[in-house]
Each structure stands twice: as C-alpha cells, then as structure tokens.
T-cell receptor, first 115, second 114 residues
Framework: DAGVTQSPTHLIKTRGQQVTLRCSPK?????VSWYQQALGQGPQFIFQ???????QRGNFPDRFSGHQFPNYSSELNVNALLLGDSALYLC??????????????FGDGTRLSIL | AQSVTQLGSHVSVSEGALVLLRCNYS??????LFWYVQYPNQGLQLLLK??????LVKGINGFEAEFKKSETSFHLTKPSAHMSDAAEYFC????????????FGKGTSLLVTP
C-alpha cells in the first residue's frame, strides 16, 4: 500500500522563476492538502483540494496555485519565486472532508531552495 | 481560528527517563487534536489523535497523551525515552472552520542523551 509520494525530492531555482511540485495521495484518499515548512518552523497550511477544486486556502498569496487531477493527484505551482519561498513543501492526503477526524498522511516533502 | 501552544522549543532527557512534551490548545468547542513526529529529513508521522471516546490516548512507539479540558492541555508522554525518540514533535489542532486544515504548533525538539 503506497503512501503519499512527492516529486521531486529536491529542487533549486532562482528568484523570479516558476516551479511545479507534484503529489500522489495514499491509496484510497481523495483529499490533498499542501503545507509549507520553513526551516525551524511548524508547517503552514497553503490550500486543500477535493473533487478537483480548491476548497480551503491559508494565508498565502496568489502566486501559490494548485490543481487536482481526476486520479486525485495534485500539483502545487509557485510563480515569481522569492528567496522567502525556500522551504520544505509537504503534501498530505486524507479521506473525504466529511470524515472530519480522519488523520492526514504526509509525504516526505520537496525541499525547495531559491538562490 | 483554533491554535495550539507548545511550551518549550527544546527538551532534553536521559535515555530511560520520562518524556513530557507540553501542549495547550485554544478552543471553545471540542477540538480535534493530534501529535505528529518528524525525524530528520523526513515527513510527518502521526503519533496519536484525540477522539472524544477517551481522555487518555495511546499512540505508536509507547507514546500517549491525556486530554484535560479543565486545563485545555494535551500533553504527550512516554515512560522511558529511547535514543530513537530524538526528533521534532508537533502538537496539532484541526480547524473545522477551514475544512479541517491542520494548525501546527511551533514544535518541540526532543534530545535524548545516553
């Protein structure tokens, strides 16, 4: 039973560039959430996708966008990269939002470094 | 929005000693609470989750947490620390107001000394 998988594991970009991160949810899960974890900090919620739509969004600018595909996998896109976007980006999957207390399962993350 | 506060950004214990990591929540309604652990260069692993069925919650690797409504606390404990317990621990609350998105505490780094 495959868990949450993310790609790539590491990525180096320069300021102003654009980046796409990918996530495949755990088998049987249909909801995907993205989090940003800056060095030495707890993860911060970016947004959540369910039924191919963004359902909830945290306090992140429009430069951060996403997509969910019919197979429940998801992408996180960040435009006009800033130095402050350097972080570990975590994807988490869970059962449908109606299962409110179902835990979210995390991937190992993508380490994004901005030069 | 619901939030949690973790007391102590770093905790150091000797191998075999009691582990106590403190967490307080702010919620006027029954919260959805979790503890997650993050080992170096890895993602987050669920240790345990609170359900209203029991105030004492048992998790993996010998950890447990007690929900105390009167103290708005959800402290994590383990009777005897092992070297492999060294990691970052996060107390987390799930916010129904934002689609059950997770709000993380700032984390507590646990160091276990021989």
């Amino acid at each position: 039973d495959a868990g949450v998988t993310q790609s790539p594991t590491h990525l180096i970009k320069t300021r102003g560039q654009q980046v796409t991160l990918r996530c495949s949810p755990k088998s049987g899960h249909d909801t995907v959430s993205w989090y940003q974890q800056a060095l030495g900090q707890g993860p911060q919620f970016i947004f959540q996708y369910y039924e191919e739509e963004e359902r909830q969004r945290g306090n992140f600018p429009d430069r951060f966008s996403g997509h969910q595909f019919p197979n429940y996998s998801s992408e996180l896109n960040v435009n006009a990269l800033l130095l402050g976007d350097s972080a570990l980006y975590l994807c988490a999957s869970s059962l449908a939002m109606r299962e409110s207390n179902q835990p979210q399962h995390f991937g190992d993350g993508t380490r994004l470094s901005i030069l | 929005a619901q939030s949690v506060t973790q007391l102590g950004s770093h905790v150091s214990v000797s191998e075999g000693a009691l582990v106590l990591l403190r967490c307080n929540y702010s919620s006027s309604v029954p919260p959805y609470l979790f503890w997650y652990v993050q080992y170096p260069n890895q993602g987050l692993q669920l240790l345990l989750k609170y359900t209203s069925a029991a105030t004492l919650v048992k998790g993996i690797n010998g950890f447990e947490a007690e929900f105390k409504k009167s103290e708005t606390s959800f402290h994590l404990t383990k009777p005897s620390a092992h070297m492999s317990d060294a990691a970052e621990y996060f107390c987390v609350v799930s916010d129904p107001g934002s689609g059950y998105a997770l709000n993380f505490g700032k984390g507590t780094s646990l160091l276990v000394t021989p």
